[in-house]
């Protein structure tokens, strides 16, 4: 059976601001440990992406994260998962987009992240479990 996108998403899901700096959304994604920001704006009611990629581009391109809102770094053309949908499915929709994070959405909401960490720590574990079983059966 397929291992679902529920079963290898993280359900913490950092949120911030559209005018969060990209300096505050830094220090908030480095203390969760996370790669990627939800970004609402309640203003548009729309969801947004901000990555660490993003966060690495201003900066690198010198801009001030001071003073840089995270609204203007925002990937708003995001590609969503569903939580019933397979690995595969969300390493397919990464690949041909070339991103490392999908927002999980149930019914309009974000119920969590799944990024490339994620799906390789589950086919990783699934591929030692299977490697167990048959060196078991041997």
């Known amino acids: 059976m397929p291992t679902l996108v ?3 998403m993280s ?3 950092l949120t911030i601001g559209p005018d969060h700096t990209l300096r505050q959304a830094a ?3 480095s203390a969760r440990r996370v790669g990627a920001a939800v970004v609402l704006d309640p203003d548009t009611c729309g969801i947004g992406i901000l990555t660490e990629r993003d966060v690495l581009d201003a900066v690198g391109a010198g801009q001030d994260p001071d003073r840089e809102p995270a609204h203007l ?3 708003t053309d995001v590609v969503f998962a569903a939580p019933e949908w397979t690995l595969e499915n969300a390493a397919r929709a990464m690949t041909h ?3 490392r994070h999908l927002i999980v959405l149930d019914d309009r909401e974000p119920v969590g992240v799944v ?3 994620d799906i390789v720590r589950c086919w990783s574990s699934a ?3 299977e490697a167990a ?3 078991a059966a041997a």
């Open 73 to 75: 770094h925002t990937t």
């Open 97 to 99: 987009g070339g991103f």
């Open 6 to 8: 529920r079963d290898a």
């Open 115 to 117: 990024s490339v960490r």
């Open 27 to 29: 220090r908030l994604m």
């Open 11 to 13: 359900t913490v899901i």
């Open 127 to 129: 591929h030692e479990r």
């Open 133 to 135: 079983s048959s060196g």
